[in-house]
């Protein structure tokens, strides 16, 4: 006597017919496929960091593509890998997405060399973003160093789009010399159109530089900050934020209304693969944006 | 990649041999399935085992072997002069391999060994980067044609090479093999680095570190588990002298 | 649940049918330890007698048959400037017998993160959903600790589960499925007799344990001795080998690895079973490591697997099974690294 | 016409090591012909003092990357007859098997991608990929499968793993095994295509007598162990190999060269079929005959057509012993055995002729001395000597020096010399 095993083929039911929406947890089945996008501007900002313009090619997948400022994406170049970058476009932007990226390995380099018109892959958006509603009647400090820039280009859009929103806007930014400044072709229009104020700080002065040389934490005697009524963002590398925070602690800013964009190894974006984890959480999906009170929660964080 | 808009080159590669078997080399005309492929990306000037072309304006260099005669520091500098990369194929070329374990003996004591009174000229053996210098070292008794075919593609791609940073034993445990130590033999998986995809404890037998060390190896640790496991020193010293491969694992012998 | 019991002979004659008409995965001896013990793996089989059923316990996990070591996810075709997604999720159907309590368990973590999950794993779905289990209660090893893990018992994740009564067994019948298989042989409904038994059987099971691990404070106790010198001791042993993670039933930790074939007309995407303790695991770019020390690796498994994650509901995610510390080299054994880190406490005060 | 030529070949290719052919032709007459070999030697033999038993087999397999499972046979067998260690039939048939495989790839690389380039007109075999793919797919797919069989049974085609003393380490599963059977009877067509080809070849008719030795056959064509006989009609035991081979150096060339009843002998495909002739496949006598090869061949070059042949018999020889696996129990490929001292020879025929290893070993297990003669080293002697002939059989047909330079390449080649074994 033979029993048979109904072949119950889970490759006969189709997962799902229309495209995935990442931001929408509840259909995603098809979690590996990728949006595909054509590079359509490539701007060199400095010798080590390009901007990339995105477009996505379906239009139906470009209209579902929504994101918040202060979340990711992870970019795929089939063949040599899949990175996560932070958006650095306005989420207001249908045309194109903005991607600041830094050579840094395999992935990234091979970017670099990529020309125009090149095909790529994006899946996301994933994490937590910056409280953009929170904020309102709020002043806000900006706190970028070197690459941290590129991550705060989305709330800067943001808040450019609904200035009268917010109280006084201050933007901090110091790199370690002038050359890797990031986007001052930009800086005229944040400062004038915007009204941003605009300090900029370099480690190491060259023979052109007019401006401030030193720390990023000397910025903070030209200014006075009111802790009762501000909220600060704060991207750059773990050391710089070390100081920055705990600067901003010390004048009894409280932790919750300072955020932090954190950065770790990441393969998946969607809380499986394990390697972003900071103690038990994962940056992909509790983070990369967190405010200073769970960072200090947080084994092993900084 | 030509999505990409970047344009494949085809690398221009000599193969040579020196102090060695040959193997590595002929691990290249293995995997018969991507062997035409594989050749496709090729332009090869000189390959003396398999063509009787001898060109000299190759780019790329893979050399086997070590050096353990004068004339062949000669022949290397050539090499090394013509070649914008030289790569080192096989633990023979990048530690010595197995041609080491002459070093333990005086040079004329080698030659009465192997040819009585005759004459024969031989010096110590040396890895090639004691002659000149090496841009890339691909490990392994043979090379992984595998692993060689994923760095030809790399290169004509102009990307970034890399090497798996940790041991053996992530690859042996990923093929579901029996530990070699539960079966009583010793395994140099643990210090050594992957990339073979542990085709030793596959095939039943300890690893002798053919690839040289891993990233972070805990030799001192190690050192402890082969003591535990009842070995003697002598028995781990002459798979650890093996392949040459493997120099921070120093063992005391008292 | 539906319960049944059903004859040895009859089970043979249930499971050989199965077998002639699916790939088929049971324990079979694969090697002969130093020790004279036998060493025990799924594999296929062929017939029901190939089958060691009553073996002690499967040298690797079973989830390599969920999560395979290696997998690809996707491939790019190229065409001149262009080029194509290819998502897959093949498996075919299949049949796994024998498997123990605490691997089933363990199977039902892995649903909670990839099934249960934000972000569902289609390929795992697939293959679990593809696959026919058939559980078995097994007598435990000296150092299997599952009982202190509540990891004993089943209720969910499997077909059909088999209790040793000698020469029958007690059937809890989970599927329909399984249930439909069963009336092409001869199964009886339970007596009262047959439920003693089964009662017997399971106290056996409890009383047969050995080792006992207090888990119950460990959440907290871990983040309170996070900086404890215990690490280190254990680190500096640890040899970042990654076999803990490789033969763990839970560990899914995974990297990802994209290569272009050779023909350049081609790449794969491919996830590999990656561990927390082998040293690039959190290492980015530019060659900066967050864990750069053995300790800092170790101390990270014990976090994961003790603490817990948010996507699993913050339980702790080891089921006992001890393949870790049996398989350590070094000899790192969760029994021994947890009573340490409670003595430590216990001497401060 | 007075003829004078100077031929200098330095580093021959498409042989594995480095040798020089060196000819002088003064007034048309032979002054010189050389075959030196230019090799770095490795000095294995003192490599080998000091190792344990079971490491000389590994690193006995590094002497040649060609033949390194030969290598490693005929280490297992020094070693295991050296301390007395019996092998379970299992391990035995699957040693064979491994065997088998490697003659059929080294023959296949050799005929395919060193010696056909000659016949084709091509300096190599990648021009032929675009000109003749059909020729290059053959040779890849049988060459591919005899590998497939190596890396199943031995671990690894280029350096075994799993040959250990005392059996193998691993068997492979039934399901295996008969996968392979059914892809080797796939290929019989690809390798009687392969004889057709070679029917269509023309090959230089030089004959030079000389006395071929190989293993001799009791029952089977021989590969692993026995006595040696030769067409002069001596028959030696195993153990006697140095009375067979009377090894001598000269001083133009690092490697030895060895002799028996003349100034020089030769092993290899040929000498195997001349010698074991009637132990063939029926198959392969057929496709010999359809070749033109019969016993006693002494023509060189015909050895390139007694690979083809030898290349038939192994594929069936591998069905044939995948069919006693197949009726057999896998389990037991293993035999305990005890260290001890002894000495051991051991005789395997290579794909280039009978390879000797012989090793003392101390009670604790460590080889103490240890003599290697390889197959090259064999019939250097041999190609030496036939250099001579052939250039005064070229110049009496008028072939002009480009003429000869290839006949002697091909010449040299047709030997499969494996030079770096030969200096090992
Ligand atoms: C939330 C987030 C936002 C980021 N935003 C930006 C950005 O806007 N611009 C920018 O230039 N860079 C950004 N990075 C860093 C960027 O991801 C790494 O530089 C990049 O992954 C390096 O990949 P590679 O292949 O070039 O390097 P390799 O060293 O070759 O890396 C190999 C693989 O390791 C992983 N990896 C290595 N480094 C990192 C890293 N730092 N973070 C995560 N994964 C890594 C990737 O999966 C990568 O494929 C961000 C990282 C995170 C986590
Ligand atoms: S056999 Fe070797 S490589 Fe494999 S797990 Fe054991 S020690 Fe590691
Ligand atoms: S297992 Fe070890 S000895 Fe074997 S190939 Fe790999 S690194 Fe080399
Ligand atoms: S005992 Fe070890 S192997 Fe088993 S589940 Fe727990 S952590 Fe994993």
Redesign the pocket.
Known sequence: MKYKLPKEDINLKPFMSKPPRYNWKDVIMRTDKTYKCEIINIIELTPM?KLFHLKILDPVERDIFSFRPGQ?LMLEVPG???????I?SSSNNKEYIA???????????ILHKAKKGAKVGIRGPF?TSFPMEEMIGHNILLIAGG?GL??LRAPLYWISEHRDEYEDVSLLYGTKDPPSMLFTYEYAEWEKVNHIDLLTIVDQGDDGWTGRTGLITELFKEMTIDPDNTFAIVCGPPIMFKFVCNYLDSIRLPMNRMFV???????CGMGKCC??MVGSTF??VD??VFDYWSVMNLKEAI | MKYLGIDPQKIKIGVFNFTCCEGCALALANKEETLVDFLDLLDVVTFREISSDRGEDYDIALVEGSISRDDEIERIKKIRAQAKVLVALGTCACYGGVNNLKNQFKIEEVVEIAYGKDKVETSKVRPLSDVVKVDLEIPGCPVSKAEVEKIVVDIVNQS?I?FPEYPVCVECRRNMNTCVFDLGMICLGPITQAGCDAVCPNGGVGCLGCRGPAEDANYESFREILEENGFTMQEALERINFYNALPGMVIDES | MIYKVITKKEFKKFVNGLINSNETFGPRQVNTAKDGKPIYQFKEVHSFDEMELDYTLSYSSLKNFFLPFREVLSRYNFTDDNWEQEIEYRVNPRVIVGVRACDINALCKLDDIFVNGSFPSPYYIARRNNTFLIGMDHLPMDDCFCMSMGELVVRQGFNLFCTDLGDRYYLSINSSKAFNFLRNVKTTDPTDKDDRQWLERRNLIKRSFNTTVDTSSLPNLLDIEFDSPIWEKWGDKCLNCGTCAMVCPTCYCYG?EESIDVSLKSSRRERFQHSCTVVDFA????GHNFRPSKEARLKYRYYHHYHGFAENADEQICVGCNRCGRNCLAGINPKDVIDDLLMEKTDEV | MKVNMKIDVHHVCRVEGHGDIHIKVKDGKLLEAQWAVVETPRFFEAMLRGQPYDLAPTLSSRICGICSITHTLASLRAVERAMDVKIPPAARHLRLLAKHAETLQSHILHVFFLAAPDFLGVPSVIPLIKTNPEVVGLAARLKGLANDICDLVAGRTIHPVSLIVGGVSKAPEKEQLEAIKKRLGERLPDMQATVDLFKTIDIPDFVRETEYISLKGDNDYPYIGGDMVSTDGVVKHEDDYLAMTNEYKEDFTTSKFARLSRESMAVGALARFNNNYKFLHQEAKEAAKELGLQPVNHNPFMNNVAQVVESLNAMLDCIDVIDQLLDMKLNNIRSKFKVRAGTGVAAVEAPRGILYHDYTIDDTGHVTRANCIIPTTQNNANIHFDLADLTEWALAQGKNDQEITLLSEMLVRAYDPCISCSVH
């Open positions: 960091e990711f040599f890998g899949e990175v996560p970058i932070s650095s991607l600041c990226i830094r050579k840094a390995g395999r992935v990234t380099d994490g690459l590129a991550p964009s954190l950065e770790r190894r990441m393969h390697r972003c940056t992909c983070g990369p | 970034e890399n | 990802i290492e980015v770019a530019g």
